[in-house]
């Protein structure tokens, strides 16, 4: 059976040992994160918060064996804001050939950390 996207990696997902923990798929920054009860994950900028602040997830695609159309109604992800992290450095190289022409850019993004506390 050959499994194709987005479905292979929830299809890995449970097929793993994880299969006792609740699980939620949740759209957040234009990217979509499986998460479960204390997972700790970098994403996008939510906003201005508080390290200690409740956030809360309503875009859930997918929780266990629900799958939404396209969200899964009533279903929120609870999590705790923990603060702002840089990721890495990328370096940025343009370069002209037989011009002379060269520059070297820096690029570091900045993530909020949450913990994942209830998949409802």
């Known amino acids: 059976m050959r499994i194709l996207g987005f479905s292979c990696s929830i299809a890995a997902y449970m097929a793993s040992d994880n299969t006792s923990k ?21 994403v996008e900028l939510l906003g201005d918060h508080k390290e ?11 929780q266990n064996d629900r799958v939404g159309t396209p969200t899964v109604p009533g279903a929120k992800v609870t999590a705790t804001y923990m603060g702002e992290k840089k990721g890495i450095k990328l ?3 343009r370069f002209k050939a037989k011009s002379n022409r060269d ?8 993530y909020a950390r949450v913990k994942i506390e209830a998949v409802a």
């Open 52 to 62: 200690g602040d409740t956030v809360e997830f309503t875009e859930v695609l997918m």
């Open 103 to 110: 520059r070297k850019l820096g690029h570091r993004q900045t």
């Open 91 to 93: 370096s940025i190289i």
């Open 22 to 42: 609740d699980f939620a798929v949740i759209a957040t920054g234009g990217k979509q994160y499986i998460v479960s009860v204390g997972d700790i994950l970098d």
